[in-house]
T-cell receptor, first 113, second 113 residues
Framework: KAGVTQTPRYLIKTRGQQVTLSCSPI?????VSWYQQTPGQGLQFLFE???????NKGNFPGRFSGRQFSNSRSEMNVSTLELGDSALYLC????????????FGNGTRLTVT | GESVGLHLPTLSVQEGDNSIINCAYS??????FIWYKQESGKGPQFIID?????DKRQGQRVTVLLNKTVKHLSLQIAATQPGDSAVYFC????????????FGSGTRLSIRP
């Protein structure tokens, strides 16, 4: 069974630009979550999608948005990029079950210059 | 406040010895705990999980112990190998949605030859 796939693996953008990251969950997983990982803040929750609906959102500005498609694939978008947005963006999928762990992709490394 | 913390940020272990990574949590309502391993350049990888109705769970070379009395979680790795070098995160899950998963700051495990 294929794992969580994230594309692209690396991105370099300049301040003010926008970026779209893509995530394909494990087959059968309908819940997709996004996390931002930085050395200083660790793993920070961005948002979670289930059945094309955003179910929860973390404490991030409105520049961060996402969506989920009918095939459970998800995208996240960051507009008006800032230097502080440089981070590893991780996508995770899981079964819709109380004690189901998240399964992470290898992330997209975003560098904003 | 709510937090999942690690007793030590780094741990150095002799190859072949057993490793013990500790984690403290603060919320008594947490009912599901997960350990992740993150190697350089990769996303967190699920290692093992444990529900709050258990005290111990064993996997291949790994054992997780849960002490609900003192809100303490530990990961034991038997016969530590060079491939075990990574950052280890504990995570607690109080609800089914990902937003309720809180990650610790991580412990970096290094192996001495």
């Amino acid at each position: 069974k294929a794992g969580v796939t994230q594309t692209p693996r690396y991105l370099i953008k300049t301040r003010g630009q926008q970026v779209t990251l893509s995530c394909s969950p494990i087959s059968g997983h309908r819940s997709v979550s996004w996390y931002q990982q930085t050395p200083g803040q660790g793993l920070q929750f961005l948002f979670e999608y289930f059945s094309e609906t955003q179910r929860n959102k973390g404490n991030f500005p409105g520049r961060f948005s996402g969506r989920q498609f009918s095939n459970s694939r998800s995208e996240m978008n960051v507009s008006t990029l800032e230097l502080g947005d440089s981070a590893l963006y991780l996508c995770a999928s899981s079964l819709e079950r109380r004690d189901s762990p998240l399964h992470f992709g290898n992330g997209t490394r975003l560098t904003v210059t | 406040g709510e937090s999942v913390g690690l007793h030590l940020p780094t741990l150095s272990v002799q190859e072949g010895d057993n490793s013990i990574i500790n984690c403290a949590y603060s919320n008594s309502a947490s009912d599901y705990f997960i350990w992740y391993k993150q190697e350089s350049g990769k996303g967190p990888q699920f290692i093992i999980d444990i529900r709050s109705n258990m005290d111990k769970r064993q996997g291949q070379r790994v054992t997780v112990l849960l002490n609900k009395t003192v809100k303490h979680l530990s990961l034991q790795i038997a016969a530590t190998q060079p491939g075990d070098s990574a950052v280890y995160f504990c995570a607690e899950n109080r609800h089914s949605s990902a937003s309720k998963i809180i990650f610790g700051s991580g412990t970096r495990l290094s192996i001495r030859p």
